[in-house]
């Protein structure tokens, strides 16, 4: 709306530029065609031919209606004038031809043989051209109405579009806001309703695990001991689950302290495929975090590169300005075109599409960010920003 009254308002003024233009040359022909008529009566006045002397004194006499310039042009190429011309020399224009240059305003007319005291000469000598030049006061007046003009439109048009930018904007983050404000709305029961359900699970789970392991052991027939493995198996990936979850909804205050960089790393690669990962450790300030919880974000990371690529992962801490970054590299098929950091958002069947959301909400835990993209030579990065001021 904004940007279209912007446009109503230069086309508003564009069209009160044209009247006033119009009104200036209707008014400038007026007060130059009143002018030529004052200085051919007083010029008709003269017994003999105007001299460049009359034509002075005509031009002192007019001086305040704006005379500048006073010209006689008869048949024979003579020419008498009196004042200063801004029109180059050439021939006079027809009676009543008007132009504009710049603040003067040029008329022309005929001006009759001088009325004598004595008898006419027959032939009549024919009439001169006069030609007048003038500097109309209403035309700055009208010049400086249009540039006002000009100047308070455009300063309405930028006002209008910054209007229109800012509300954009503001409407943009209102937008965010709210999704913002869903999504927690939706983490929020997801949170409860997981943790709930991760609690009721636990001692269940444990009591099955256990008692499959026990029967695994007793049983002698192979067929049956793998039956029963299974059963140990599929309940570790519902434990593995349940602490998932409980991660998840995990929003007790970290407890910081100061860990080393190297000691980090050892942590979060514990029970993963140390083999595969290319370690580079750049920083060589302790961090302030809560050492498990970040572990964890860093695990979690890594174990995802794991199964994304058969080839090497490699793992990057590094202190860049006033931040340690945590930098994930796989050489897999890169990101999937879903909300990866979704809750239960997984392209693997036997995903539960938690690790990458628990790792942001750790990140955001400790004043950090967590961001994945897809690398131009291939694979998918996820970098882990800290700050190195945190508390």
């Known amino acids: 709306m904004a940007v279209l009254a912007a446009i109503a308002l230069a086309v508003t003024v564009f069209v009160a530029q044209r009247a006033l233009s119009s009104a200036n040359d209707v008014v400038v022909r007026g007060e130059a065609g009143s002018l030529l008529a004052s200085v ?11 001299t460049a002397a009359s034509l002075e ?10 005379l500048r310039f006073v010209a006689l042009h008869e048949r024979g190429g003579a020419r008498t004038e009196a004042g200063s011309s801004l029109v180059p020399e050439g021939p006079a224009g027809h009676p009543g031809h008007v132009s504009v240059l710049g603040k003067r305003v040029r008329i022309s007319g005929i001006l009759p043989p001088p009325r004598g005291a004595g008898p006419r000469p027959f032939p009549p000598p024919p009439p001169m051209v006069l030609i007048i030049e003038l500097e109309p006061p209403v035309i700055e007046a009208l010049r400086a109405d249009l540039s006002r003009i000009s100047v308070v439109a455009a300063g309405a048009g930028v006002v ?83 602490t998932s979850l409980l991660d ?64 090497r992962v490699e793992l990057v801490v590094e202190e860049v300005a006033a931040e340690t970054v945590i930098t994930v590299r796989d050489h897999g098929p890169g990101l999937p075109d879903v909300n990866i950091f979704e809750p239960f958002v ?26 994945g993209e897809n690398d131009p030579a291939g694979g ?6 800290l700050p190195l001021d945190s508390p």
């Open 57 to 66: 004194q005509v031009l002192k006499a007019h001086q305040a209606q704006g």
């Open 160 to 242: 209008l579009l910054a209007f229109a930018l800012a509300w954009s904007r503001t409407a943009r983050r209102l937008d965010a806001i709210e999704q913002d404000r869903e999504r927690e709305q939706r983490l929020v029961a997801l949170g409860s309703m997981s943790s709930v359900m991760a609690h009721e699970l636990r001692n269940p789970l444990a009591s099955l695990k256990g008692h499959a392991q026990l029967l695994a052991e007793d049983l002698e027939d192979e067929r049956q001991r793998k039956k029963a493995d299974r059963v140990v198996r599929e309940a570790e990936r519902l434990e593995e689950l349940t």
């Open 380 to 385: 998918a990065v996820f970098r882990l920003r």
């Open 346 to 371: 997984t392209t693997r069947t036997k995903g539960t599409g938690l690790g990458l959301p628990v790792a942001r909400r750790i990140a955001e835990q400790h004043r950090g960010t967590l961001v």
């Open 248 to 311: 998840f909804v995990r929003d007790g205050p970290i407890e910081r302290r100061e860990v080393a960089p190297s000691e980090l790393v050892e942590q979060a690669l514990e029970h993963l495929d140390r083999d595969r990962v290319e370690v580079t450790i750049r920083a060589s300030r302790p961090l302030s975090i809560d050492g498990p919880r970040l572990a964890r974000a860093v695990h979690n990371l890594v174990d995802n590169a794991l199964k994304a690529s058969e080839g």
């Open 40 to 50: 051919v009566t007083d010029l008709q006045q003269e017994t003999v031919p105007p």
